[in-house]
Structures are given as C-alpha cells and as structure tokens.
C-alpha cells in the first residue's frame, strides 16, 4: 500500500496512491487510520481518493472506520475525488447520505475551515458569550444544563396524576343529549 500524508493546520490529508481501495490492502488502510487518528493533533481527516479506480466493500468498511473515529472525537472526515466506480458503489450502499463527498481539494479544506469556524462561536467577531449560555444552557454545552437531581419523570409523574384526576364520562354527567348552536341534537 502507498499512500501520502500531509498535516497541516486543521485537517490531516490522507492520499491513497493505489488504484485499488479492496481487500488486499484494506487491512493496512484501516491500520493506518487508527494509528493516525490515535494521535491527539488529528482532529479532521480528508481523504483523497482521486488515484482509486475501484473500491469494494472491505475498501468501504476502511473508509468507514477512518470517519466513525473521525466524527467520533469531533472531527470532519471528507473523501475527495472519488473515481465514478468508487463514486457509484458509494451511492449504491447509501453512504453518500452519511459522508461529505468533494469533487476537488481546495473545495474540501474551505469546507473544514468554514465548519471548524461555525463550531468555535467565539470565532465569530459579534459573539456575545453571556447570550450563547443563555441559548446552551451552559457554558458552551451545547446542550441543556441539567441538576444532578433533576429527574424528567417527575414532571410526566405529575402530569399523569392531573390527568388521572378527571372523573370518567359516566360521573362526569356529560352523557345525554345536547343541541348545538345550529339546532341539531347531538348525543354525548
């Protein structure tokens, strides 16, 4: 297997320079993605695909561990210049939904760089960090703070007991006959 690497600033470029992305080298793929991944200074990974003229699903399986630890550790994994075969075997099994695809390498690291700034709000020069934790919840969660008391079933236990609270219809003295408004009779 041969392939070239290229670090730079925000993204890790990985450039498989074989034609054949299959089971023969695979195994040595997906190595090589753990080994680099492992390292602390990868956060995002693009993957340069362009030299690959066929792929099959031992070279898909590479290709997925390399962007299920990319996104895992808050990463960005793109495939870049993907071969029509290589491209259609994508799109066969879906994956097209999941991976973020680039026709060429300058589009792909505007890309990262773009997203890498709408994840850091700080980067924004109108950020106001007292109204972001206000929209988060938090400091800079992302996500709802929460008590280590708080419990969500206590506000549905609550809920279902007021609802348990209403009488049936048959104590309720809702049954019967009643007119509407436009004179027909309705029965409750």
């Known amino acids: 297997m041969?392939?070239?690497?290229?670090?730079?600033?925000?993204?890790a470029i990985f450039k498989l320079k074989n034609q054949r992305l299959d089971s023969a080298i695979a195994s040595?793929?997906?190595?090589?993605?753990?080994?680099?991944?492992?390292?602390?200074?990868i956060q995002n990974l693009l993957l340069d695909l362009s030299e690959v003229q066929f792929a099959d699903s031992s070279g898909l399986s590479s290709i997925l561990v390399a962007h299920r630890m990319t996104t895992g550790k808050g990463g960005i994994f793109g495939l870049v210049g993907a071969q029509p075969a290589v491209e259609k075997l994508i799109g066969i099994s879906h994956l097209d939904r999941v991976l973020l695809m680039y026709d060429n390498m300058e589009d792909a690291i505007?890309?990262?760089?773009?997203q890498m700034e709408e994840e850091d709000p700080s980067a924004d020069p109108f950020y106001d960090e007292d109204l972001h934790n206000f929209q988060t919840g938090g400091k800079g969660s992302g996500k709802?703070?929460?008590?280590?008391?708080?419990?969500?079933?206590?506000?549905?236990?609550?809920?279902?007991?007021?609802?348990?609270?209403?009488?049936?219809e048959d104590e309720s003295g809702f049954e019967g006959e009643d007119e509407d408004d436009d004179g027909y009779t309705r029965r409750r």
Do not use: G, H, N, W
């Not at 040595?28 to 200074?41: I, P």
């Open 2 to 11: 041969k392939y070239e690497l290229d670090k730079r600033e925000e993204v």
């Open 28 to 41: 040595q793929v997906k190595s090589e993605f753990v080994t680099l991944l492992a390292a602390d200074d």
């Open 110 to 114: 505007t890309d990262v760089s773009i």
């Open 144 to 168: 709802k703070a929460k008590s280590a008391d708080d419990d969500d079933d206590d506000d549905l236990s609550d809920e279902f007991e007021e609802l348990s609270e209403f009488p049936d």
